[in-house]
């Protein structure tokens, strides 16, 4: 007797899914191909999503493949993490007016639309678990995060066909989503056909998965078989063997801090580009900075926050010039911030293992690479 | 009409909302460096203590890190002196009496100079670093009995960029020993020249028991603290007031991170123990 409860959906169930959620007030984003990459965007419809798309990554290397199996979720991560939806890059702040010498503060309202998003990998559920931590459990939580993040329902889905630069199986956050969803699916194409177990993973999950066996009509939605459970069990443990990198982080906090002047930072340093390339493509990576924005005649004026990325110049600009004048410095410091220092300050890694900082490095910097090289000595 | 943002304890704008402050008066320290003297618009103080630091704006301009310069816990103006080096210092050089500021905090650890109870308190500064020890200082003056000898080692590039001069005769009235050198003499200069550190030998304190507070360049703090050490404090005495770019106050924005600390929720007050080995490694 299994004690999980369990549906499988046909792709017409899947669309139901969409339908259920959609009148419950949900805005659903899930992957969609754009430009030759999977994106998320608003999706009403199955018709939407990648079908039989997959991908190829490698360092600074995307490619989108036809998989000839018609799988929506049969691709690994794009770019695009879901920190865009819940933590804008650019975001006001406040608005002021000056009238002679008196000023009028507005704070800025917040804007927490209804989303659910569907087919967030365990990496990406690691990485809102991380968010949660850094933006909301703080002294002065970051209140506009927090109203977008209860406003959130999440879709997870097994990863089926890990990319080339994963190594989340190394980070202990995957492929399998373990927690923090409402419903989560496996993906299954066989030849029983193309189907989805869905299970829930909350209460609000749960009522969703009711309204969907009331829903259907046809046999769009079915009770699990064994077979079924069996299937979606082996999906993840044969993905978790197929990691593309891997990275060794025993004792890794300790290696970073003694290794601060170790000569293959010297070496990233001749190929980084400081381009932050991999600072925006990170899901966890969560640094900012304030713009002042003024019309003309300075009377109207408006602060917005703004991502920001620790490998500009003017990141840790001081009167008379930057903490971190070269490369050498803020390739380190992201790196012993997202694998050390960040476990001293919150708890855990900063890194995830999504591989899109390889992906995206358009100078195939890897950072599995770099510190297999610090720790194996290499110069 | 003057409106002021509500539950400023949350992000957005919450706590990024400043509060608003409007200049009552004015003193030009030197060339370069002024100190404003701010009143809350809505009449209630900031309360701080000692070595904390807000985060000022010049409205349409941007927002800096400024460490508060007045006496904590004593009623009068909100003081922030300033050093005119960028374009919202600049921005608030140019401010007029009567013209509105932003301020946000206060932000960050203070002195905790009573620590230095019943022990003699050195303070070392170098440059603009005396205007955030000032209020330490202050708070020992208010409760000088309960304090041993009390010195004050300060260094400055030249005689023209010497802080709070009327001031600093007032201590030594009040038998703080004031040590000052310049690092370039001018004509007229009949005082010491050389590096702060050359005064750490010749000041008269007990090093076994003494608070060491140091705020200045962190090459002259790096090097104070060592020279601290040498004589006999202890790294848990003395202290040191670190400088990062900072974009929040409150630990989110990530700029002013040193390795695993956030300055602005960590420090910027830190025993050098705390980060005597962080502060040799360049571009940390």
């Known amino acids: 007797m299994d004690d999980i409860r369990g549906m499988v959906l046909l792709l017409p169930g899947l669309q139901l899914l969409i339908d259920v959620l959609r009148e419950s007030g949900w805005t659903v984003r899930g992957p969609t191909v754009r430009d030759g990459v999977v994106v998320h965007a608003e999706i009403e419809s199955v018709d939407q999503l990648p079908a039989g798309v997959g991908d190829l990554q490698d360092g600074a290397s995307y490619r989108l493949r036809e998989r000839g199996d018609g799988a929506v979720f049969g691709y690994v991560v794009g770019p695009q993490g879901w920190k865009s939806l819940l933590f804008p890059s650019r975001e006001l702040l406040w608005s002021g007016h000056r009238t002679g010498t008196e000023v009028d503060v507005e704070p800025a309202d917040v804007d927490a639309p209804r989303l659910a998003l569907l087919g967030v990998r365990s990496c990406d559920l690691h990485a809102l678990e991380i968010h949660d931590t850094v933006l909301a459990k703080r002294a002065v939580p ?47 194409v066989d030849q029983e056909g193309h189907r989805f177990l869905v299970q829930p993973g909350s209460d609000r999950g749960e009522h969703v998965l009711d309204e969907l066996m009331t829903r259907a009509v046809g046999d769009e939605v079915l009770n699990a078989a064994r077979t079924d459970r069996c299937a979606a069990a082996l999906v993840g443990s044969k ?23 170790h000569p293959r930072w010297d070496d990233v340093a001749s190929r980084c580009l400081a381009c932050t390339n991999c600072t925006l493509v990170c899901p966890t990576c969560f640094c900012t900075s304030v713009e002042d924005v003024s019309d003309l005649s300075g009377t109207q004026t408006e602060r917005w926050r703004v991502w920001d990325s620790c490998f500009t110049n003017d990141f840790s600009y001081l009167h008379g010039g930057s903490v971190r004048p070269s490369v050498r410095s803020r390739y380190r410091q992201w ?40 720790r194996s000595g290499e110069g | 009409m003057l409106r002021q943002a509500e539950g400023r304890h ?123 020890l000032r209020p330490a200082m202050l708070d020992v003056l208010r409760h000088r009995q309960r304090y041993g000898r009390v010195v004050l080692l300060y260094g400055t590039r030249t005689p023209e960029d010497l802080l709070f001069t009327d001031e600093l005769k007032r201590w030594e009235n009040l038998g703080v020993e004031v040590l000052v050198t310049v690092d370039y003499g001018t004509p007229s200069w009949t005082g010491r020249v050389g590096l702060v550190t050359t005064l750490i030998a010749r000041a008269g304190f007990d090093p076994r028991s003494a608070l060491a507070l140091v705020c200045g360049p962190e090459v002259m703090m790096r090097f104070t603290a060592m020279a601290l050490i040498k004589r006999g404090l202890s790294p848990d005495r003395v202290r040191v007031s670190l400088e990062r770019n900072m974009r929040c106050g409150v630990g989110l924005c990530g700029h002013c991170q040193y390795r695993e600390l956030f300055v602005c929720l960590d420090g910027p007050v830190l025993p050098y123990a705390r980060v005597a080995g962080l502060i040799g490694v360049r571009e940390l």
């Open chain 1, 239 to 261: 993905a978790a063997q197929r990691m593309g990198r891997s990275l060794d982080t025993d004792g890794l906090r300790d290696l970073l801090y003694a290794n601060a002047e």
């Open chain 2, 10 to 132: 949350m992000l957005p704008g919450g706590a990024m909302v400043p509060r608003l402050f409007r200049l009552a008066d004015r003193r030009q320290d030197t060339a370069d460096t002024f100190t404003m003297m701010l009143e809350p618009t809505d009449g209630v103080p900031l309360e701080f203590i000692p070595g904390q630091f807000t985060m000022m704006s010049a409205f349409g301009i941007g927002e800096v890190p400024i460490s508060v310069s007045s006496p904590a816990k004593v009623e009068g103006p909100l003081q922030h002196t300033v050093r005119d080096v960028g374009s919202v210092t600049h921005a608030l050089a140019r401010t007029q009496i009567g013209d509105v500021v932003g301020i946000r905090g206060p932000y960050g650890t203070g002195w905790d100079v009573e620590d230095g109870a019943g022990a003699d308190v050195v303070l070392v500064a170098g440059g603009i670093g005396l205007a955030p």
């Open chain 1, 142 to 188: 970051d209140a506009a995060y927090l109203s977008r993040r209860e406003n959130t329902f999440i879709i997870a889905v097994t990863c089926s066909d890990p990319g080339g630069t994963c190594f989340c199986v190394s980070m202990g956050t995957g492929p399998v989503p373990d927690k923090d969803f409402d419903l989560t699916l496996t993906e299954l």
């Open chain 1, 335 to 374: 790196a012993t911030h997202k694998l050390a220092s960040w476990v001293d300050q919150f708890g855990t890694s900063g890194c995830v293992g999504c591989g899109r900082c390889i992906t995206w490095c358009p100078a195939a910097i890897d950072i599995t690479a770099e510190v297999g090289a610090i």
